[in-house]
């Protein structure tokens, strides 16, 4: 009997942690006409994310971004992440079944710090022309690898540029940049995270006499019984069954009358004793 659960692949993923809120924007800071025009300038802001692996091991985590009013389109967004000193541009990658959250992974090296950011994608035209981009939601946090705990440092970040409305048409466009942390949900910088682990050896062995029991039941349930073996006797009954089978079919298939095989003279009487002849 094989193995009804295997100990080691049993995995335990944590939860991912709430970490904080995000906004993107490409949109005027004001209602258009509230105001001179220098009011209503437009803001193009994007998340910003700083995360120190402040422990000895290579980790890998996990962010997931919750977006439901209005909702993330990948179309309008990019990513940027920098863990060597080069940007790396890529996209989040939406989770199948649920089209409201998506999630990025990211690996930072031991004693290392990576930034992450998710931006409006200013390089589309169409971005810029329609003026109304506007997404937020919330970040959660997750460590992937190793398992065990981590201490890291996150610092997440809105950072923008206020642009005028007619900027393309402006020789010396008037630019001005803002920045500000945003708060986490536990208050502090500083996130304890947990990666996957393993049943511990209780657990183990918990499970190793939950086996024994339900083989052990099985085994009392289904004997095994050996196979059957058909005596020579059994076999010349067996045989000369289908031969008198074979006959009653010929009888059958020769008599294109329409009449039953078994006349009725060869019928007996209700009552009489019947012979073989």
């Keep these: 009997m094989t193995d009804l659960i295997d100990p080691s692949q049993i995995i335990v993923r944590p939860r991912p942690t709430l970490l904080s809120t995000f906004e993107l924007l490409v949109k005027p800071i004001a209602p258009v006409g509230s105001g001179p025009s220098v009011v209503a300038r437009t803001v193009i802001q994007g998340y910003f994310l700083t995360i120190a692996n402040t422990s000895n091991s290579d980790i890998k985590v996990r962010l997931q971004f919750t977006a439901t009013t209005p909702e993330l389109d990948l179309t309008n967004t990019v990513t940027i992440t920098d863990v060597q000193g080069?940007?790396?541009?890529?996209?989040l990658t939406p989770i199948v079944g649920d089209p409201k959250r998506f999630i990025f992974n990211l690996g930072i090296g031991a004693n290392d710090t990576a930034l992450f950011t998710l931006l409006p994608d200013v390089s589309k035209p169409e971005v810029i022309?329609?003026?109304?981009l506007e997404v937020r939601g919330y970040v959660e946090i997750a460590l992937t690898s190793p398992s065990g705990s981590v201490r890291l440092l996150l610092t997440p970040e809105h950072r923008g540029t206020f642009v005028p409305q007619?900027?393309?048409?402006?020789?010396?466009?008037?630019?001005?940049?803002?920045?500000?942390?945003?708060?986490?949900?536990?208050?502090?910088?500083?996130?304890t995270l947990t990666g996957p682990a393993k049943p511990n050896k209780e657990f183990k062995l918990e499970i190793k006499?939950?086996?024994?029991?339900?083989?052990?039941k099985l085994a009392e349930t289904l004997p095994v019984t050996p196979q059957a073996q058909i005596p020579?006797?059994?076999q010349r009954?067996?045989?000369?069954?289908?031969?008198?089978?074979?006959e009653l079919e010929q009888r059958t298939v020769s008599n294109g009358n329409g009449r039953a095989f078994i006349q009725a003279e060869e019928r007996p009487s209700v009552g009489h004793h019947v012979v073989n002849q």
Excluded: H
Excluded at 209 to 216: A, G, H, P, Q, T
Excluded at 237 to 246: F, H, N, P, Y
């Design 237 to 246: 009954v067996i045989g000369l069954m289908a031969q008198r089978l074979d």
């Design 86 to 91: 080069v940007n790396d541009f890529s996209d």
């Design 232 to 234: 020579n006797d059994l």
């Design 129 to 132: 022309k329609a003026n109304s």
């Design 209 to 216: 006499e939950i086996e024994k029991l339900v083989e052990n």
């Design 166 to 191: 007619n900027f393309d048409a402006v020789r010396a466009p008037d630019f001005d940049q803002l920045v500000y942390a945003l708060p986490t949900s536990t208050g502090q910088s500083e996130f």
